[in-house]
């Protein structure tokens, strides 16, 4: 079954750990600009 695209949002301390962190569970980083503590991921 097909859900259908969803996206949450999270604060966190420290962008380039997060960023880190979802790339090693296998996330792609999609865009967004690390220099304004944002970036869009996708699996």
Known sequence: MKL???SIS???KDINKS???YENLGFQ????DITQNL???EE
């Not at 980083?29 to 967004?32: R, V």
């Open 10 to 12: 999270l604060s966190v």
């Open 29 to 32: 980083t999609l865009g967004g």
């Open 39 to 41: 970036a869009y991921n």
């Open 19 to 21: 960023k880190s962190f």
């Open 4 to 6: 259908g695209a969803f």
